[in-house]
C-alpha cells in the first residue's frame, strides 16, 4: 500500500521505516528540510537500535522517502499516519497544536480526492481527542463526511526507545480504534503479515489503552520506589532481596513446566531514581489532566507523579549521609539519558540529580557514551 507518515521523530520515523521494510511504500513527512535532507540520506537523526541500517534498506529499494511536502504525501498515499509530537502544557495537558494543524492540513489536502483515504492517528493524544478533534477538523477543511470519502482510525504505538524497531517488527499487540468497520478493516490491511493479536475496539478505548498501559508501567515504578524508601527505614532491610521474594509469587512469575516464566513485567519492581523520558512522565500528566476536566482526582495517578519527583533527589541525600557536605566535591554522574541505548534526556532523572548536585555547590562531571554534549548542555543553561 502507498502510505504517508507525517512526522519524523521516534514514532514516525520508525513507523514509516519499519511499514517500509515490511513491503509498504512510504513517504515520511516533516517541515524541517534539513533533517529530510539528511533522512534522504540514509542518517537517522535519532539514535535507534538498527534504524540506520533498516533505513538505509529501504531508501535503495525505492520503497521509502522523507519530504516536506504534506499535500503532495496525502494525495499519492492510499492511508496517512498521524505522528507528531503531543508535548505537555504547563497544565499538564496534552498540547494538540500540532495535532490541529497537521489535521486541518490533511483535510485541506483530502478536499480534492476523489478516491477513499484512511486517516490513522499514531500520536498518543487523551481520549475523545480523535473523535472531537481530529474527525471534526479533518471534515471541515475535506467538505467531506467520515465513514463515505475517508475513514478515520486510532492505533497507538507501544514502541520503547532503545529497541523500538524490535517492538515494531515483533509487536506484542496491535491495537485499532475505528470510527467506523471500512476504517478498521483497512488499517488492518496493513498489518496482515503480523502474527500476533490484533484488538479492534472504539476510538475513546483505543486512547484509553494507551495512557492506561503506560500508567500501569508507571505505578508499577513508583511503588517499588516507595517500597524502597519505606525499606530505608528498617535496620537490616534490603529491598532487592524483598522484591526478590515477591516476585516468586506465582501470580507475577508462573511456573511452567517446572521453569520460571521470569516475565518482562518484573523488571518495573525494581527500585531506582524513578522513571523519565517521552512517555510515562507526559503520559500520566495527560491523563490526570484529563480526568480533572471530567471532575475526578486520579488521587493514585497524582501519587506516582508525586512520588516519582522527589524520588531522584533521594539519590542526592542518600550522598550526603555517605559523605557529607557536598560543596566542592568531585561527582560523576554516569548516564544522562533516561535510560540505556538512547539519547533521548526528555525528563531524565539525571537531568534533576545534577541540578540539585549543583545547587549543592558539588563539581559535577557527567559522561554518556550516546548523548550529544550540546544536547545536554540546553539543561543545564543559567545554572553557573
Not at 277 to 294: E, H, I, R
Request: a positive charge.
Amino acid at each position: 500500500m502507498n502510505i504517508s507518515v507525517v512526522g519524523t521523530g521516534y514514532v514516525g520515523l520508525v513507523t514509516g521505516v519499519g511499514l517500509a521494510s515490511i513491503g509498504h511504500k512510504v513517504v515520511c513527512v516533516d517541515i524541517d528540510n534539513a533533517k529530510v535532507e539528511k533522512i534522504n540520506k540514509g542518517q537517522s537523526p535519532i539514535h535507534e537500535k538498527n534504524l540506520d541500517g533498516l533505513l538505509k534498506k529501504v531508501l535503495a529499494k525505492k520503497l521509502f522517502l522523507a519530504t516536506t511536502n504534506l499535500d503532495s504525501a496525502v494525495k499519492n498515499s492510499q492511508i496517512t499516519f498521524i505522528a507528531v509530537g503531543t508535548p505537555s502544557k504547563k497544565n499538564d495537558d496534552i498540547d494538540l497544536t500540532y495535532i490541529k494543524k497537521v489535521s486541518e492540513q490533511i483535510g485541506k489536502a483530502l478536499a480534492s480526492k476523489k478516491e477513499y483515504h484512511l486517516v490513522v492517528v499514531k500520536s498518543t493524544v487523551a481520549p475523545e481527542t480523535t473523535l472531537k478533534v481530529v474527525l471534526p477538523l479533518l471534515e471541515k477543511y475535506s467538505k467531506k463526511k467520515a465513514g463515505i470519502t475517508f475513514g478515520v482510525c486510532m492505533n497507538p504505538e507501544f514502541l520503547r526507545e532503545g529497541v523500538a524497531i524490535d517492538d515494531f517488527m515483533n509487536p506484542d499487540r496491535i491495537v485499532i480504534g475505528e470510527f467506523d468497520k471500512k476504517s478498521g478493516d483497512t488499517l488492518e490491511k496493513v498489518y496482515k503479515n503480523f502474527k500476533t493479536d490484533i484488538v479492534k475496539t472504539s476510538l475513546n478505548n483505543a486512547e484509553m489503552i494507551k495512557y492506561t498501559n503506560n500508567a500501569l508501567l508507571a505505578t508499577l515504578i513508583s511503588f517499588s520506589n516507595e517500597i524502597a524508601n519505606i525499606s530505608q527505614t528498617i535496620p537490616g532491610a534490603n529491598v532487592f532481596e524483598i522484591f526478590k521474594g515477591v516476585a516468586l509469587d506465582k501470580r507475577l512469575n508462573p511456573i511452567i513446566n517446572s521453569k520460571r516464566v521470569n516475565t518482562q513485567i518484573l523488571s518495573y519492581l525494581n527500585p531506582g531514581c524513578g522513571f523519565g523520558g517521552s512517555c510515562f512522565p507526559k503520559d500520566v500528566k495527560a491523563l490526570t489532566a484529563f480526568a480533572k476536566k471530567k471532575k475526578y482526582h486520579a488521587a493514585l495517578l497524582t501519587a506516582v507523579l508525586d512520588i516519582n519527583k522527589k524520588q531522584p533527589l533521594k539519590l542526592v541525600r542518600l550522598t550526603e549521609q555517605k559523605i557529607g557536605n557536598l560543596k566542592n566535591k568531585n561527582i560523576a554522574v554516569l548516564g544522562l539519558a533516561f535510560k540505556p541505548e538512547t539519547d533521548d534526556v526528555r525528563e531524565s532523572p539525571a537531568i534533576s540529580i545534577i541540578k540539585e548536585l549543583i545547587a549543592k555547590k558539588a563539581n559535577v562531571f557527567t559522561y554518556d557514551p550516546i548523548v550529544d554534549p550540546k544536547t545536554a548542555g540546553t539543561h543545564f543553561k543559567n545554572l553557573y
